[in-house]
């Protein structure tokens, strides 16, 4: 079994940066595949990033070369730099591996 825990979500004015975190815990995830997921109030959940253990990450189209993610084996985190954000942005952000989900954290882009 895999717990996983986003943090670093906010409330961050358009244009700016958060570093999404995800802790994974109960094993290690290096040879799993990490997908990142957003829900925004309304909207079905949308994939955002796929982040294979080796290879190359993928991302949704309204988010690739504004978003970033990368993982660190040694800590068993996994992260979602992003970057130019918008208010379309705004949802909760999500980390899942397999069929295990964690709780999200809300990432609100507002002036």
């Known amino acids: 079994q895999v717990q996983l825990v986003e943090s670093g979500g906010g409330l961050v004015q358009p244009g700016g940066s958060l570093r999404l975190s995800c802790a994974a815990s109960g094993r290690s995830v290096r040879f799993y595949t990490m997908k990142w997921y957003r829900q925004a109030p309304g909207k079905q959940r949308e994939l955002v990033a796929t982040?294979?253990?080796?290879?190359?990450?993928t991302y949704a189209d309204s988010v690739k070369g504004r978003f970033t993610a990368s993982r660190d084996n040694a800590k068993n985190m996994v992260y979602l730099q992003t970057s130019n954000l918008k208010p379309e942005d705004t949802a909760v952000y999500y980390c899942?591996?397999?069929?295990?989900w964690g709780q999200g954290t809300q990432v609100t882009v507002s002036s």
């Open positions: 899942k591996t397999l069929d295990w």
């Open positions: 982040l294979p253990s080796s290879g190359t990450t």
